[in-house]
């Protein structure tokens, strides 16, 4: 069946550093893929979305690529900020269901 | 622009007993969704509508859990006879034209405990 996959649970980074967080999926569809960041007592906020084999796609500095070939959609950003805490999920849909995996909390330090 | 709300924002219950959450969607979404979302786990969709009907309700775990959208605004899901597997914040979203595809905007979440 469809499921999403993210494989860190916690990632812990000094500020400044990229990060690169990742995201596979399994789908017999089209697939459509998002990247929802959600701080702390607030709630999920679209950060990323795309249907678009190869494409990048950037927002608020963090940028994916949708690869088909390798059923992918890992989130990177080239310098993380402490503002960017928070819990990051990589969603799924075959515009029938939504999937969204287990989340990868993102912690950075001074 | 005023987004999704929810109430309440926290629920504490003993095993048996009933609870209700209630959902604002933003003014003009037609697309209505809950979702359960467990400690340290993604969001599980449960149901969601288009205007006033069910499109998918699948997930939801239909012999204690029901959920109504009446008028296809505002949105009331029910749990009968909470269990402590129920334990989860329970996020609700809405969305434009529909689809699975279109952002979702997410309400802050009610978190429920159950004793």
């Known amino acids: 069946g469809d499921s999403v996959t993210q494989t860190e649970g916690l990632v812990t980074l000094t500020k400044g550093l990229p990060v690169m967080l990742n995201c596979t999926y399994q789908?017999?569809?089209?697939?459509?893929l998002f990247w929802y960041v959600q701080h702390l007592n607030e709630a999920p906020k679209l950060l990323l979305k795309?249907?678009?084999?190869?494409k990048r796609t950037e927002h608020q500095g963090f940028y994916a690529t949708l690869h088909k070939s390798s059923s992918s959609f890992h989130l990177q950003k080239s310098s993380v900020q402490l503002s960017d805490s928070a819990l990051y999920f990589c969603?799924?849909?075959?515009?029938?269901?939504?999937?969204f995996g287990d989340g990868t909390q993102l912690v950075v330090k001074p | 622009e005023a987004g999704v709300t929810q109430s309440p924002r926290y629920a504490v219950l003993q095993e048996g007993q009933a609870v209700s959450f209630w959902c604002d969607p933003i003014?003009?979404?037609?697309?209505l969704y809950w979702y359960q979302q467990p400690r340290d786990q993604g969001p599980q969709l449960l149901v969601y509508?288009?205007?006033?009907?069910?499109?998918?309700n699948s997930q939801l775990p239909s012999d204690r859990f029901s959920a109504v959208r009446p008028k296809g605004t505002n949105s009331t899901l029910k749990i009968q006879s909470a269990k402590q597997g129920d334990t989860a914040t329970y996020l609700c979203?809405?969305?434009?034209?529909?689809?699975?595809?279109?952002?979702?905007?997410f309400g802050p979440g009610t978190r429920l405990t159950v004793l």
């Open positions: 795309s249907s678009t084999d190869n």
């Open positions: 509508f288009r205007d006033e009907a069910v499109i998918d």
């Open positions: 789908t017999t569809y089209s697939p459509f």
């Open positions: 003014s003009g979404h037609d697309t």
């Open positions: 969603a799924l849909s075959d515009n029938n269901r939504i999937f």
């Open positions: 979203a809405s969305s434009q034209l529909g689809g699975l595809s279109y952002e979702q905007y």
